[in-house]
């Protein structure tokens, strides 16, 4: 891709949209003879953290022969 084509789909480098360029990043390569008509993305939310319980078995052990 050339410095042209990138500054025409996610701005200047000076103040890039980044919602275009997660678009990029997200969507598939173009497909030769097709023209993309509309994308949406949406937020979704993260999944929940994973808790510990008994920390007294989750010790590191590195640095330790």
């Known amino acids: 891709?050339?410095?042209e084509e990138v500054d025409e789909l996610i701005g200047p480098?000076?103040?890039p949209s980044i919602?275009?360029?997660l678009m990029v990043l997200a969507l598939p390569d173009r497909i030769p003879g097709?023209?993309?008509?509309?994308v949406a993305l949406q937020a979704s939310e993260?999944?929940?953290?994973?808790t510990v319980s008994g920390?007294?078995?989750?010790r590191s052990t590195v640095g330790q022969a």
């Open 1 to 3: 891709m050339s410095y």
């Open 13 to 15: 480098i000076e103040d």
């Open 19 to 21: 919602a275009d360029c």
């Open 34 to 38: 097709c023209t993309r008509l509309d």
């Open 46 to 50: 993260s999944p929940p953290l994973a």
């Open 55 to 58: 920390t007294d078995s989750c």
